[in-house]
Each structure stands twice: as C-alpha cells, then as structure tokens.
C-alpha cells in the first residue's frame, strides 16, 4: 500500500488531569435525578480546582510531554492546541497563550475549537502543515478540555459526565513508531445547534435573569424535540448515529489503505454504553477498546482518545504493527476517525 502523505508519528505522551471525584457522590449536586447519571456508568470524573484555567492544563501535559520527550521547547516548530470547551476570554486566541506559558516564542500556532472532534482531526491538520511547510519537524499537539460551570453543567449536556483534564503529544517527522495513516470526517449540519450554549455569545452575550447553567436544557432536550419525542424516529436516529461512526472508520481505512478487520484496538470518546454498542457492531471485543478507562476519566472532550492511545502505550498494551481507530461525534454534527499505526 501508499505511504501516508506526510509521514509522522508521535514521539511521546505527557497528561495533566482535575482532581478525582466520584460520581454517585456528587451527581446530585449536579442534577435532581443523580441515579439517571449512575446509570450512565461512570464511575469518577475529574474536576480541575477552581482559578486552574484550560491554559494552566494544556500547558502542565505539555511540559509533561516535553520533559519525557527530552525536546527543548526552543526547538517546537509549531503549537497546535485544541480546545473543546470555552477558554478563559472571547476574542483570545488560547494557542497563543499556551507558547506564552512555554516560552515559545517567534512560531507559529494554531487553535482548533470543532468541539471533542478537534483533538483527532487535528492530527490531520497538522499532516497538511507537514506536507505544505517541509521545514517543519517537531510539533506539539495539546488537547484539553476544561468545563466552564457558569456556561455548562457537566452532568447535563448530554449522556455523558464531563471531565476537566489535557493530554499533549510531541509529533515529529519521520518517526517511524505511532505513526500517523489517514483522518476521515465529515458533518451533517442540519444538526448543528443541538449542543450550542445560548448565553454568552454575540446573540445573547449577557445570561438574562434567572438563566443558570444548573437548570438550562440539555442538548438531549434538543434532539428529543427535534423528534417530537417519537421513540420509533429517535431509534432509527440513534442506529444512524452509530452506523455513520462504522462509515467513517471505514472511509479512513480506505484512504490508508487497510482494513477494519485489522483493527487491534478501537478507541472512542469516553462513552461505556456507546463504546459497548459500537464495538458489536464493527466486532472488535470490549476489552480492546477503551471501555475500562471511559468508566474511570469521565468524557475528557478533545482529550479523550489521545489519552487512552497514550495510557496503552504507557501499560506496553500496544505491539509494534498494531492498527488503532481513534473514532467519534461531535458537534456539528461531525463523524471522526484518525488511523494511528503503532
């Protein structure tokens, strides 16, 4: 088969996390009928201390990444960070930020912010970087997701309890180990407001009186009344959900030249029953997904497949010539896949 476009792959992993809660402990400071969130599956989640900001995150992983990797931040050709919650203020851009944090200085950066997406299709933005620009050779990659409470309540966006915490990776040209294949996505944008905040935007920038995020409906409230509620149309959607997730590993497969049968290891967002669900379907066994770890992180965002790929490679639960899906939805709404070739 063709080689990939441009050929990279990740030198190292470095993480920062929130504090460990527990979930049935805490849901009900969250939402009136916790055993709905138990049920979820969940076990703990991280929440970052109050004044740790996305930027403080994104740039522990990364010195983390850096350290382990032994590269001089002087020596990072180009930062890339990907966000997947709110940063700290509107009209700054965060990457920027984050090489302040770093002193890097004098480089380029770039911020993605296409919701739990960004932190795998960004691995191929950062192959069309590497293919137009051939001086670049070390690139940092952080991903981070950190839940701005005013704005959400992490128990009620959807069916999912959401996590504060970041994962970098240090990607470098020709690194013939964790190499980069193919990234596949695409949209379907009549769906594009089912997961939106409505306060603090240029249509309603100011929460009017009595709005909290505690009490604001659910994304979830958004889908159901898109379908009047209609169990039988809600069902077919929830199938199409998961049928375009099979599409679009599919169409990264076809692009990198391989097949889904050689998948060793199928990493999703941090969703059990929605790991559980697609791993029948694309017949792969739940113990070669990351099933256990979504239990124990909570959904991370962007963050969620990079940490999961980092913490096998960390465990030594990946071989050499091992074929791995990073997959998922996000806003948009979007379908992902980026192939990684251990």
Same mark, same amino acid.
């Given at each position: ?5 441009a050929?990279?792959?990740i030198?190292?992993f470095g ?13 009900g400071?969250? %939402?009136?009928d916790?055993? &709905?969130i138990v049920?979820?599956?969940y ?6 201390e109050?004044?740790?900001?996305s930027?403080?995150?994104a ?15 002087a020596?990072v050709?180009l930062? %890339?960070?990907? +966000? ?9 851009? =965060?990457s920027?930020?984050?090489a302040?944090?770093l002193?890097i ?6 911020l993605?912010?296409e919701?739990?997406?960004c932190g795998v ?8 970087q590497l293919?137009l620009?051939p001086?670049?050779?070390?690139v940092?990659?952080t991903?981070?997701?950190?839940v701005?409470?005013?704005?959400r309540n992490?128990?009620?966006?959807n ?5 504060d915490?970041a994962v970098?990776?240090v990607?470098?040209?020709?690194h013939?180990r +964790? ?6 996505q695409f ?5 594009c ?14 929460a009017?009186?009595?709005w909290s =995020? ?5 994304g979830?409230?958004?889908?159901q009344?898109?379908f009047?509620?209609?169990p ?6 929830? +199938?199409q959900l998961?049928?375009r997730?099979v599409d679009?590993?599919?169409?990264a497969?076809?692009?990198a030249?391989?097949? &889904?049968?050689d998948?060793?290891?199928f990493?999703?967002? +941090?969703?059990?029953d929605?790991?559980?669900d697609?791993? =029948? ?17 909570g959904h991370?965002?962007a963050?969620?497949?990079l940490?999961a790929?980092?913490?096998?490679l ?14 998922g ?6 379908w992902?896949c ?5």
């Open positions: 088969m063709a080689g990939p476009l050929e990279f792959g030198a190292g993480y920062a996390f929130g504090e460990d809660q527990d979930v049935e402990h805490t849901a400071t969250y %939402v009136a916790p055993e &709905r049920g979820w599956g076990r703990t989640f991280h929440r970052a109050d004044g740790v900001t930027t403080a995150l740039a522990e992983a990364s010195r983390d990444a850096l350290t382990r990797v032994a590269v001089d931040p020596d050709d930062v %890339v960070l990907a +966000n997947s919650e709110l940063a700290e203020y509107p009209y700054w851009d =965060s920027a930020a984050l302040r944090e002193k200085r004098e480089r380029q950066t770039m993605l912010t919701g739990c997406a299709t960004g691995l191929g933005a950062v192959a069309g293919l620009r001086e670049l050779d070390t940092l990659f991903a981070v997701n950190r701005s409470e005013f704005h992490r128990m009620n966006v069916n999912a309890v959401h996590s915490g970098a990776v990607l470098r040209r020709g013939g +964790n190499e980069w294949l193919a990234t596949e949209t379907d944008s009549d769906f407001d089912w997961f939106r905040t409505d306060v603090g935007g240029s249509v309603t920038p100011v009017p009186p009595g =995020s505690a009490t604001a409906p659910s979830t409230e958004r889908v009344a898109h009047r509620k209609d039988r149309q809600l069902e077919r959607f929830g +199938n998961n049928a997730v679009v590993i599919d169409r497969c076809r692009r030249g391989v097949r &889904r049968a998948l060793a290891r990493i999703y967002l +941090n969703d059990p929605g790991i559980a697609l791993a =029948s379907l694309i017949d792969i066994p739940l113990a070669r997904t990351n099933h256990e770890l979504a239990i124990g992180h991370m965002g963050a969620d497949q940490v790929l980092g913490t096998y960390d465990r030594g639960e990946l071989d050499s010539g091992d074929l791995v899906a990073l997959a939805i996000s806003i948009g709404m979007r992902y980026t192939l990684v070739r251990i």
